[in-house]
């Protein structure tokens, strides 16, 4: 872990200059990141110039030492290959950090990547011939070309020293963030709000994920639910949000549940406030995925106040402690058996209430970038 305590640099020494590649702002998953990393590190000691190289529309302002850079090069083009290079030499930059794995073939200064997770690596089958060629060379080439690597978790870590190689002594663990929006509502506030959106405010399981991802693993959460749902309480819904279902997971809700079909509920993608509203209104929060690098809504839904039933795979022991109550992902019987005790057990739902409330707590932006800042100056050697 890089030292968090330097000595500052004479004021005949010029300052650093950090370029941070922030082309995916307001992408979702990465752009949250970036939006969370930036804001923070604007708050810390300036002891560097920021140079954020961006696509918006209209970015917004920005304190003194730092500065938006315009850079219009393709994500996952040949452009960026010579953009980012080009603009790194002309920006004089110190080093440069890029948000994710695609990293230049050369750079005239220092590289810091954050690698979020190798799933192109570990479900390379859901890829293209070609996607997966380029994902295992791009991300071979970050692990050996980078001056410093940051993981969002110890998981994440070790798949990328063992499935691509990387060298563990220039890797840094930097857990992510939860925003501080993510809190508890009053609850007839939340009901409310759930009514406006969704039209009812029964009870209801939800789960927040990409219905197009195999490793989300929702055809499993659909028959688990249509278990839990005719052991304990009928009326009880399923909220998937995350886009319109895939034909194959429409087809597993016929199968599961035939005519209580309407049980399970797609809203689609959400405004942030609808979201925070669902995770506070649902009876708990399940978390069914095979393979997370991080996994930001189990967390939010415990800041909310919301009991957690997770998948005992990848990372989620290590984000989720002892705060979630596990199931194996790939038996819905014994995912439909921890979400009944949930349902049912009220001192269980309490207990990971309050365990939750503690865990989320622990996950801060302002810790993220202040090890992220400290593995800046390591690079540095300052």
């Known amino acids: 872990m890089p030292h968090t305590s ?119 089958a859901q890829l293209s011939l070609a996607a997966r060629a380029y994902a295992r060379f791009m991300i071979g080439h970050a692990a050996r070309s980078a001056r410093h690597i940051i993981t969002v978790s110890e998981h994440s870590r070790d798949d990328l020293v063992a499935l691509a190689g990387a060298d563990p002594a220039k890797i840094t663990v930097v857990h992510n963030g939860i925003t501080r929006d993510a809190q508890p509502m009053h609850p007839v506030q939340a009901r409310a709000a759930v009514r406006e959106l969704l039209g009812w405010d029964g009870p209801f399981l939800l789960t927040v994920a990409n219905t197009r991802m195999p490793h989300k693993n929702l055809p499993r959460l659909v028959e688990a639910f249509a278990r839990a749902a005719g052991e304990v309480d009928a009326g009880l819904r399923l909220v998937i949000v995350g886009g319109e279902p895939p034909a194959a997971l429409q087809q597993a809700v016929a199968r599961s549940l035939g005519p209580r079909a309407e049980q399970v509920v797609f809203p689609g993608y959400l405004e942030r406030a609808g979201l925070l509203a669902l995770y506070n209104a649902c009876r708990a929060f399940v978390w069914p995925s095979l393979y997370e690098g991080f996994g930001f809504p189990p967390l939010e839904a415990m800041a909310c106040g919301s009991p957690v039933v997770s998948s005992a795979a990848s990372v989620m022991p290590e984000v989720l ?16 058996r921890a979400i009944r005790e949930v349902l049912t057990d009220a001192g269980l739902r309490d207990r990971l209430v309050q365990r939750g409330t503690r865990q989320a707590a622990q996950f801060t932006w302002a810790e993220a970038a202040r090890k992220t800042a400290a593995v800046y100056r390591d690079v540095l050697g300052l």
């Not at 005949?12 to 995916?24: L, N, S």
């Not at 954020?52 to 994500?75: S, V, Y």
């Not at 402690?321 to 439909?336: I, L, Q, V």
Request: charged share 20%.
């Open 6 to 124: 330097r000595p500052h640099a004479s004021p005949t020494t010029p300052r650093p200059r950090i370029g941070i590649d922030a082309r995916k702002l307001g992408d979702f998953g990465i752009g949250e990141y970036l939006a969370q990393l930036i804001d923070e590190l604007a708050l810390l000691e300036p002891w560097c110039d920021f140079v954020l190289l961006h696509q918006l529309e209209a970015p917004p302002p920005l304190p003194a030492h730092m500065t938006w850079r315009r850079n219009d090069a393709g994500k996952y083009s040949l452009r960026e290959q010579v953009a980012l290079p080009w603009q790194s030499w002309r920006e004089r930059l110190s080093l440069l950090h890029l948000p994710h794995y695609v990293v230049p073939l050369w750079s005239p200064c220092p590289l810091v990547v954050t690698v979020h997770d190798v799933i192109h690596l570990r479900f390379a």
């Open 321 to 336: 402690g002892e705060a979630a109550h596990y199931f194996n992902p790939t038996d819905p019987a014994d995912m439909a």
